[in-house]
């Protein structure tokens, strides 16, 4: 059985290979409607009693299918049809959009992100269709703004609660991990982007103006400075109050993550020790602050002696449960203004709230077990939320979903990067891995 569904399987790639030589690239507003139509009409074909879009001005649209199954449960999926663009286009050994099967690997934009993890599920309806139906409902939430903020998801949902009614919610991402065990994700960390500028002028100076007048990059790397300590503990006021402890399950299952910190530090060619020395813990439930990058005064080829008049940093948080991303840049705020720096300016760009399944719920154990049974007893990891984001909260806390993050790729994948690709082989594994999961729901 589990040799004819990895035949099976393999012989069902050719769905996969059209829809990767799509190029709907969200950044660049291309392919948009070519996906959306292509899915919806994928969706028809495979005998969904309902594929639709949802479409509103200025948004790229939600794919929308219903299929019915045998028994009352319904699992609804999370999925985006949009993929990065594929620059920088000279680092490709294959044509971005032209999937190439190279050693047991598919290569293509998109070929994990996110349009591997969507094919897996459709060549899991169509098995089932094809061998006695499907033994529970399902529900297929594809939306095109994913790699672009997912702007619309909250509103999308807010709004079609009852239709996206379900018992479970199988999200996209997920996969193999660096040491090729398979992970049962239940979660995400949340996210809020905000800039902080300095302005001391109206106009830059001449450099030896700095003998009296104050200067706007200074200004910014001293309040920023004293956003952190040197520990790399956020000072915050605040900051933390709402991070809480984990459960003795969620604690017990950071410890058997597999973390290998000598690999990761070759991997990233890291100069300095980890900020931390409990980086798997740190991973799931520390919440972060960066600075993506700073800007100010000249900063191109040979000298200018300038005093800038402007400086502005970019900065992001990755927050746990329960932390809100609103109230984290009013605590920045509030704590700049505390320390004497009322004059730098906080902006919100945006937020997501981080979601975390119960680990305890009957999904997220039957997930656990089936993997088990798929993979091998020891290649298989439970860990609580994944260390990025997605707009997972609505589906958690809106629609009440215990929601579990498995897909098909791996540690090599190479999402968002060029030359991403998946493994054939982790594809029908994949599959089959749906199946059983399905038919056990
Ligand atoms: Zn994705």
Not at 19 to 48: C, H, M, R, T
Not at 192 to 211: G, K, N, P, R
Request: aromatic share 10%.
């Amino acid at each position: 059985m589990v040799k004819d569904i990895h035949n099976y399987a393999e012989n069902q790639l050719n769905d996969f290979l059209e829809y990767l030589a799509i190029p709907s690239v969200s950044a660049e507003n291309k392919g948009i409607k070519e996906a959306s139509d292509w899915l919806v009409k994928k969706f028809e074909q495979l005998g969904a009693k309902k594929s639709e879009k949802w479409e509103k001005k200025g948004q790229n649209p939600f794919v929308y299918a219903e299929f019915e199954g045998k028994s009352s449960k319904t699992v609804l999926f999370y999925n985006h049809y949009d993929v990065q663009p594929a620059q920088p286009l000279n680092e490709w050994q294959t044509e971005p959009f032209k999937p190439t099967f190279v050693d047991g690997k598919l290569v293509a934009r998109g070929a994990s992100d996110d349009k591997g993890e969507l094919m897996a599920r459709l060549v899991m309806v169509k098995w089932f269709q094809e061998n006695g139906g499907l033994p529970v409902n399902l529900k297929f939430f594809v939306e095109g703004e994913e790699e672009i903020g997912s702007l619309h998801v909250d509103e999308a949902v807010k709004e079609h609660a009852e239709e996206l009614e379900a018992d479970a919610c199988i999200w996209e991402g997920g996969g193999k991990n660096s040491v090729n065990r398979f992970e049962v994700i239940s979660g995400m960390k949340g996210i809020v982007s905000f800039d902080i500028e300095a302005v001391t002028a109206d106009v830059d100076m001449h450099s030896s103006l700095a003998c009296f007048a104050p200067n706007a990059a200074w200004r910014l790397v001293q309040g920023l400075a004293t956003l952190k300590d040197k520990n790399g503990r956020v000072t915050v006021e605040g900051f933390y109050d709402d991070v809480d402890e984990l459960t003795s399950v969620e604690k017990a299952a950071v410890e058997q993550m597999d973390f290998d910190e000598e690999k990761v530090k070759r991997t990233f060619g890291l100069k300095r020790e980890f900020i931390t020395d409990k980086p798997a813990y740190a991973f799931v439930n520390e919440p972060t602050m960066t600075i993506n990058g700073l800007t100010s005064g000249y900063e191109g080829e040979g000298v200018k002696t300038v005093l800038p008049k402007y400086a502005k940093a970019k900065l992001d948080c990755r927050l746990v449960p329960k932390q809100n991303p609103e109230k984290i840049v009013r605590l920045v705020e509030a704590h700049l203004r505390k320390n004497g720096f009322a004059d730098l300016k906080v902006t919100f760009n945006l937020g997501e709230n981080a979601f975390r399944s119960d680990s305890s719920h009957a999904f997220v154990q039957l997930a656990m077990t089936t993997a088990k049974k798929v993979y091998g007893d020891d290649q298989v990891k439970y860990v609580p939320n994944a260390a990025g984001g997605g707009p997972i909260e609505c589906f958690g806390n809106v629609l009440k979903l215990p929601i579990v993050l498995v897909g098909v790729h791996n540690a090599a994948s190479g999402a968002h990067a060029p030359n991403e690709h998946i493994l054939v082989s982790d594809f029908v594994q994949g599959v089959e891995y749906l199946i059983e999961l399905l038919q056990k729901f």
